[in-house]
């Protein structure tokens, strides 16, 4: 009799394991971080200050369009890693399907509805006259590819779930690629400025999309796919939305926060808004390979969960608490050393660079401490623990950042701004520690009780 191949999360060996999940996952992401630096650097030098602003003020709608993605695809990869660890594929398979559908409503409902209401839009994300036809021109673009963003965004997580890191490095790696070479043909060559990157955007984002396609019809992935299981089943649903919400909260908040800090920004001038502009490109390039560790991370965890194996639970955790941290450091070592010459990569405006250098400095100083909220809430995400997820997840944005954002400027006035971050992530570390302190004991708990 054949014997059963041991699935892949069943792996003993928790540090090879998450290495080998977690590089993947964060060279695909830094590529995808990465395309959105080399958006901004062809902006600025082939569009200019204004477009590279008016590209950086629509980041809050595609900040919220992520936001669902991810409570979709991330609510969706729990249920599947922890059905795979206890052997329930039929659940797995229906989980997949009724992701798919929501993608498919969530895609309508944003196209349409952002299509009927662009102008009171942008005007609430803080637009100003200047800069309101280089943010036109790429929102409308960007409407048409929202389904392909959802579906990219939901599938990447779905194969991360059942341990197939490297396509869901690959998909990020065509998007990524074919975004680069079609940004300066549609910038330089055919003078489309910011309407121009919306379509290089859209179009690689849909070219992944085929890719996913491919991986789903092929026989490399242990879930499949049924038109059956596109009917949605309530309980499934619910658990979606459940375990999805903490990382919805947390990049949809992200999205208001940006929404507020560009119209508290707008009342400073153009300049500061193209210096966050280009500042949250660099962190986010920065903090990526944090959430690939996550990424890697969250499946084996769930896996374990399903399996009861507390011991390699906690293996797990301490091993990413350690590969992110050491990431956050290095990547604030990088930006507080040399911000002059990042800034310079993205313009030649001699204001933007001064302002933008100082700026980054204020922002980046708690840093180092990012990489254990990412591992913390990511730990509850994993377990199905939707409460504490929900609560680190948002407790940076909304209960601190915030609250900080509308209080210090009015200290500080723009220095105000930037001293938010810092002071908001070193109080959410804070948080996450008592959190995950406290959830580690119960495991071990369970360990002794065995």
């Known amino acids: 009799m054949q014997r059963k191949k041991k699935h892949i999360l069943a792996d003993k060996n928790i540090t090879k394991l998450i290495i080998k999940l977690s590089a993947p996952a964060t060279i695909g992401m830094l590529v995808m971080a990465l395309y959105n630096i080399v958006d901004a650097i062809f902006v600025g030098h082939g569009v ?23 409570l979709i695809g991330i609510g969706g990869a729990s249920i ?11 659940k797995a398979n229906r989980t997949l399907g009724n992701v798919y559908s929501l993608v498919i409503v969530f895609g309508i409902l944003l196209a349409v509805g952002g299509s009927l209401f662009i102008n009171p839009l942008l005007k609430l994300f803080g637009v100003t006259k200047a800069i309101f036809p280089f943010s036109k021109d790429y929102l409308q673009i960007i409407l048409f590819g929202i389904v392909f963003f959802l579906f990219l965004i939901a599938s990447n997580n779905i194969i991360r779930s059942e341990g197939k890191a490297k396509i869901a490095m690959g998909t990020m790696i065509v998007s990524a690629i074919l975004n680069i070479i079609l940004d300066p043909i549609f910038i330089f060559v055919l003078k489309m400025g910011t309407r121009g990157v919306a379509i290089a955007t859209v179009l690689s984002q849909a070219a992944a999309v085929c890719y996913i396609i491919f991986y789903f019809s092929s026989k490399r992935s242990s879930l499949h796919f ?23 909260v947390r990049l ?37 390979p944090t959430y690939g560790i996550a990424q890697g991370l969250q499946p084996i965890i769930g896996y374990n969960y ?18 992110a941290t050491s990431i956050s450091f290095i990547g604030f070592l990088i930006l507080i050393s040399f911000p002059e010459s990042l800034m310079k990569i993205f313009t ?30 990511t730990t509850f995400q994993a377990i199905g623990k939707a409460v504490p997820a929900f609560l ?19 200290f500080f006035h723009l ?35 065995e």
Request: a positive charge; charged letters at 15%; aromatic letters at 10%.
């Open 348 to 377: 030649k405006d001699v204001n933007l660079i001064s302002t933008g250098s100082s700026s980054l400095r204020l922002i980046i100083l708690a840093l180092p401490f990012v990489g254990f909220q990412v591992v913390g809430a």
């Open 306 to 323: 399903g399996a009861r194996e507390y011991r390699n639970i906690l293996k797990a955790i301490k091993t990413g608490i350690i590969l």
């Open 392 to 410: 680190l997840s948002s407790s940076r944005q909304i209960l601190f950042l915030i609250p900080l954002i509308l209080i210090l400027p009015k």
């Open 80 to 90: 599947i890693s922890r059905c795979l660890g206890s052997n329930n594929l039929e």
């Open 48 to 70: 200019g200050t204004h477009g590279l602003a008016g590209i950086s003020i629509v980041f809050p709608f595609q900040m919220l369009v992520l936001s669902i993605g991810s």
């Open 226 to 248: 049924k038109i059956k299981n596109l009917k949605y089943k309530l309980s499934i649903v619910r658990e979606i939305f459940s375990i999805g919400i903490s990382a919805f």
């Open 252 to 288: 949809a908040a992200g999205s208001v926060i940006i929404i507020i800090l560009y119209n508290t920004l707008a009342t400073y001038g153009v300049l500061p808004i193209a210096v966050f502009g280009v500042i949250h490109r660099l962190l986010r390039f920065t903090i990526m």
């Open 415 to 449: 220095t105000g701004v930037w001293i938010a971050f810092p002071i908001a992530d070193l109080l959410s570390f804070i948080v996450t520690f008592f959190f995950l302190n406290n959830q580690i004991n119960k495991f071990k708990l369970k360990i002794r009780n």
